[in-house]
T-cell receptor
Framework: ETGVTQSPTHLIKTRGQQVTLRCSSQ?????VSWYQQALGQGPQFIFQ???????GRGNFPPRFSGLQFPNYSSELNVNALELDDSALYLC???????????FGPGTRLTVL | KQEVTQIPAALSVPEGENLVLNCSFT??????LQWFRQDPGKGLTSLLL???SQREQTSGRLNASLDKSSGRSTLYIAASQPGDSATYLC?????????WGAGTKLIIKP
């Protein structure tokens, strides 16, 4: 059974650019959630996808967008990058949105 | 609004000690509570999941309890080892999103 994977591991971008982060969910899981974790803080919920539909969204601006594919993998897109977007981006998958969530290793994004 | 607090923010103990990490939350309407471990710069490893109907869960040297009425959970680590050094986070699931504490940074001294 393959766990949650994320790519890339690290990414360096400049302010104003756009970035796409990818996540493959654990086998059998149809729900993917994305979180942003700033240094020294707990993760903050960005949004969740359930069977290719957005199922909920946290307090993030519209320049944070995503989608989920038929195989339940997911992408997080961030447009017009700002310095404060520098963080660890975590993806979690679960059987549905109300069960145990399993996390990938994260993508470290640095915006210069 | 659900809020999660973890105390202490940091803890340093000698190897071999038993220790307790605390997590409190403000709203008892939750589906479950999870404890996670995070090593520096790494992702999150799920340690224990307690469903709202359960009182505790055990895995090896770890035991987590849940008291919804008081809004509290504890993570008990028995016979601590240097390899247990990490940040421990608790998170509650009130709907579809996990609400997180800021974590307790644990250092086990050899």
């Amino acid at each position: 059974e393959t766990g949650v994977t994320q790519s890339p591991t690290h990414l360096i971008k400049t302010r104003g650019q756009q970035v796409t982060l990818r996540c493959s969910s654990q086998s059998g899981h149809n729900t993917v959630s994305w979180y942003q974790q700033a240094l020294g803080q707990g993760p903050q919920f960005i949004f969740q996808y359930y069977r290719e539909e957005e199922n909920g969204r946290g307090n993030f601006p519209p320049r944070f967008s995503g989608l989920q594919f038929p195989n339940y993998s997911s992408e997080l897109n961030v447009n017009a990058l700002e310095l404060d977007d520098s963080a660890l981006y975590l993806c979690a998958s679960s059987l549905d949105g109300y069960n145990e969530q399993f996390f990938g290793p994260g993508t470290r994004l640095t915006v210069l | 609004k659900q809020e999660v607090t973890q105390i202490p923010a940091a803890l340093s103990v000698p190897e071999g000690e038993n220790l307790v990490l605390n997590c409190s939350f403000t709203d008892s309407a939750i589906y479950n509570l999870q404890w996670f471990r995070q090593d520096p710069g790494k992702g999150l490893t799920s340690l224990l999941l307690i469903q709202s109907s359960q009182r505790e869960q055990t895995s090896g040297r770890l035991n987590a309890s849940l008291d919804k009425s008081s809004g509290r959970s504890t993570l008990y680590i028995a016979a601590s080892q240097p390899g247990d050094s990490a940040t421990y986070l608790c998170a509650v699931l009130p709907n579809y999103q996990l609400i997180w504490g800021a974590g307790t940074k644990l250092i086990i001294k050899p």
